[in-house]
């Protein structure tokens, strides 16, 4: 754990004063202090291009009354600063007068242990792993042009100081590591991605060279894409694999459900609640309680306990995903949803591990059903337009469906739908739910956090993908 | 007050200095600080203030053709020995390339010109608040907006760059940035739109109320939109997301790309990629540009570039690391881009909506489609139908799909260039392109 006091001409006692002081006209606020390291060390081209470590400190203090929030940030933890920045959060309260301060319940759980990823392994031996990976792939296929591998590992301490002095921590670790690939046969190129991750050390991942499963996934999505042709263009079926492709959930209803939105009714759910919004079967639910997951936190960034959050249970909308400031004004609990990028951005309601759950069929029944389609079995990134409800992501690996058979893989193209009916085009739910390798991140008002999806097969009755093929 | 260059400067020389003294044989700081003040608005009323202060260091140390790099904002003198002490001590573990350097002495920047990228003007948020009240009463005129939020940002920000061959140089920047976003509201739809103004100088920036006006007219105008069928049409790209195709564009010139063969421009180097109408520059010293500078992020003068010569890719953008690799010079590409834009076309506005009988006005993309290795691209978009020079109607949930290469021969530019960010273009129209729709 961090001592943010230890080197500072700052003592707890007189940040305890302060923060009481400047809060206590305000319905919230927090003296928000994390300390970070993080590395990254790349292979690309054959050669270790990169290896560079990043340690970051720094301060966030937060005062709430009413909807408006005063937020103020710095790097330097001294008296001089706070005091600074509690006059910069007054003169934005200046008639401030109110007192919600629901208290912060208490959890012992932890859902990873605390541990600094980067110390627990040398740096020759991440490089030794990062040359095998480059061999490894090369000597596998000739048609190899590029290979690219990373790892990436980062510990953040983080301390909550609230009025009256009541303090919470939380210690995090994070790792990811990354391998992709370039291929060229007769001219023409396609690459493909793998990647794995989560708050645990390297180590938990990389046993048994199970780095070699990384590459080969990696190097499988490249040479299926040297065979793809160009994708149909038009409405059709959709069936979705498990795992990653639950994007689709986190774009397309996740973003619809966050209490922001919900609060300022700019979200397409805002007077939903209570209303079918999916089909029958379909349940989803936003988990932080997930042991080493990349979206799982013990705590979240107000210090409040995650929780499993139902938002959607058989086809009606349950919760929205809520942090104190949007609970308070809808009238409800924080669904421990409070995070943030890191100390210099204001905390916002956001995913943690986001799952739809296990229905009955089969994903063969779902192929065999499609007369004329795609199967998309994963993606890069997406998008949604909260207001419009308008969603999209790019598939990274896909084939055509004709007559209830997989055919030909198709060129990576851009799937477009609508978040509130999407769900109601749901005409399947597989029983083979997994979740994501651990690579999500997710943005959102500037902001990224690392989060998860999960998801069983599904069959879309209707969606338009984005091809050039008329 | 952000910090001053006498201060930044002694934190950097006592880096090089430490890095030397541990067995570094080059070492490359970088250190700044910023300051920003923000005020946002939400429907009428103050949402949220956010003062943030930013310090900052990058050190790269190199040990004969070793290297590496350490980042921190906690430029205290204790961290930072333990930091630099870690980096020298990683460079000597990591494994040489034969690339690794500084810049050619003689590509540094001599001097920093006076390129007009300070005021010192604060606002205070007082002033701040009255703006963008002023700005969301305009918005708000009309019954069907349902929501408004707004912003103000004041920045100002101060760097170093520094080097163990004796560069050492800086330069303030300040922006003023105020950008409104509006939802409107029908019995079918819901929509929103924005409009910005970002400025060097206080002065600069937009009206308030035409600020307003625009985001409010911008999301009206999307309301009850249709979705088409799916067809080849020409597609005219609104200039706020026709400098996208530059930004792609300019990724995939870019020396990492062009070195790792990653690029579906490799090789292209004097070879027709656009039709022979079209120029490209990147011109570095337009007074007040946000993306001027007169050094990229090595300290390597930079100076205008023609990248692109009646359709013919003349440059690449090069840094020291990847134009070794190439066999080439730095042409101070480090970091990307200064002030990039297409060159005016011959054709008006009302013109180029007029040159098709029927075509697709494009506002705004989402999703990341855009595949540099292949060119492929295939994005979500929203925009208007024209027929006959006039907007008939708005679409939605469609998609636009073509693949670089093509479009990039069939773009046809209006001249209706302005430089109002760092990348600009003209209104552009590409035919041929495939749209998904019903």
Known sequence: MSNFFEKSDLTRNEAENIISDTLKKCDDGELYLENSKSENILLDDNKIKKSSYNSDLGFGFRAVSGEVVAYSHSNEISKNSLKQSSESLKSTL??????????????????????????KKTLKSKIDVLNKVNDYLRKKDNNVQQVTANFSGEQKSIEIIRSGGETLTDVRPLIRFNVSVMLEKNGRKESGVYGIGGRQSYDDYLINDNWKNVCDEALRIASVNLESKPAPAGEMKVVLGPGWPAILIHEAIGHGLEGDFNRKKTSAFHNLMGQKVASEGVTIVDDGTLDNRRGS???????????????IENGILKNFMQDRLNARLMKTRSTGSGRRENYRHIVLPRMRNTMMLNGKQ????????????????????????????????????AYEITEGKIGSPIKGATLIGDGPSILKEVSMVGNDMMLDPGIGTCGKAGQGVPVGVAQPSILINKMTVGGTNL | MVKDQEYLEKKASYCLDYAKKLGATDTI??????????????????????????????ITTFVGKKKSSISSSNLLRENLNILIEKCVETTKNTPEDEFNSLPDKDLLAKEVKDLNLYDDSHIENDNKVEYLSRLETAASNDKKIINTESSFVEDKSNF????????????????????????????????????????????????AEELGKKAAEYSLRKLSPKKIGSEKIAIIFDKRIAKGILSTF??????????????????????????????????????????????????????????????????????????????????????????????????????????????????????????????????????FLVENGEFKYPINEITIAGNFKDMFQNITLANDLEFDYSTNSPTIMIEGMVVAGK
């Open chain 1, 297 to 311: 936190l013990t705590i979240d960034d107000e210090g409040t306990p995650t929780e499993k959050t139902v938002l």
């Open chain 2, 29 to 58: 700081v970088n250190v700044g600080n910023s300051i920003s003040e923000t005020v946002n608005f939400r429907n009428k009323k103050l949402d949220e203030s956010n003062r943030s202060d930013n310090l900052g260091i990058d």
């Open chain 1, 362 to 397: 089969t994903q063969d029944e779902m192929i065999k059903s499609v007369d004329k389609g795609i199967f998309a079995v994963s993606f890069g990134g997406g998008q949604v337009d909260i207001t419009s409800g308008k969603f999209v992501f790019n598939c990274t690996e």
């Open chain 1, 94 to 119: 200046k008639s401030a007068n109110s007192s919600y301060n629901h208290s912060i319940p208490k959890s012992n759980k932890k859902y990873y242990e605390n541990i600094n990823p980067i110390e």
């Open chain 2, 250 to 383: 300019a990724s995939a010139i870019s020396a990492s790309s062009i070195s790792r063969g990653t690029s579906f421009l490799k090789n292209k180097i004097n070879q027709k990629i656009f039709q022979e109408t079209i120029n490209i520059f990147d011109k570095p010293d337009i007074s007040k540009g946000q993306g001027s500078r007169s050094f990229d992020s090595e300290g390597v003068r930079t100076d205008t570039l023609k990248l692109v010569e009646q359709g013919i890719l003349k440059h690449y953008l090069l840094d020291t690391y990847n134009g070794r690799k190439l066999n080439l010079k730095s042409n101070g590409r480090c970091g990307g881009t200064s002030n990039l834009y297409f060159e005016n076309g011959k054709i008006n506005y009302k013109d180029l909506l007029n040159s098709n009988s029927k075509c697709l006005y494009i506002t705004e993309t989402i999703g990341h489609g855009s595949n540099i290795v292949t060119g492929d691209y295939s994005v979500g978009a929203t925009g």
């Open chain 2, 160 to 207: 170093i760059l520094a080097n163990s061959d004796g560069f050492c140089k800086g330069f303030k920047t300040s922006s003023f940035v105020a950008s409104s976003v509006a939802v409107a509201k029908d019995d079918r739809s819901m929509e929103r739109d924005y409009e910005y103004t970002v400025k060097c100088h206080l002065k600069d920036i937009k009206n």
